[in-house]
């Protein structure tokens, strides 16, 4: 007969630092150029699995399937603002934890500060480093995730 053998301290920590860790990143953003330096930020430079969408209707459609850990998404976009993507996909069964980077131009600290109010890890502004973009989102979620913790 087989025992299961509870995990060591260090086990259940490297257990957890894997759950923590981040892979899954859905972004959505309607311009083409920021799309493509998005996603050579984030899966060449940081190995990410990036699902990416040019409009919120389609990132909806699709988040249940991909089952992003973070969204990175752009604030205006027409049809669909990033706050109403975020709104719809926390809205979905199982989703409703998935945590948000806001992307804007719009560098106002009060619109910024409203953002994280609502619930927002962090407001990355435009232009931004694409050198360190992966890093810079990887830092917010493990800063997210050991506050959470």
């Not at 899954?24 to 190995?47: C, F, M, N, P, Y």
């Not at 927002?120 to 989102?137: G, R």
């Amino acid at each position: 007969m087989l025992e299961d053998i509870p995990p060591t301290p260090e086990q259940s920590a490297s257990n957890k630092e894997q759950d923590m860790s981040l892979s899954r990143i859905l972004h959505v953003d309607d311009d083409e150029d920021i799309r493509t330096i998005v996603q050579l930020a984030l899966e060449v430079v940081g190995s990410f699995d990036v699902m990416q969408f040019s409009n919120g209707h389609e990132a909806v459609a699709a988040a249940q399937g991909f089952a992003p850990q973070l969204l990175l998404l752009d604030v205006m976009m027409p049809e669909m603002s990033g706050l109403d993507v975020w709104k719809s996909i926390i809205a979905m069964p199982g989703l409703s934890h998935v945590p948000a980077i806001f992307v804007t131009a719009k560098a106002e600290d009060e619109f910024s500060r409203g953002l994280v109010t609502d619930g927002a890890l962090a407001v990355i502004t435009k232009p931004f480093d694409p050198m360190t973009l992966a890093q810079d989102v990887n830092d917010i979620w493990e800063r997210a995730m050991r506050k959470a913790g």
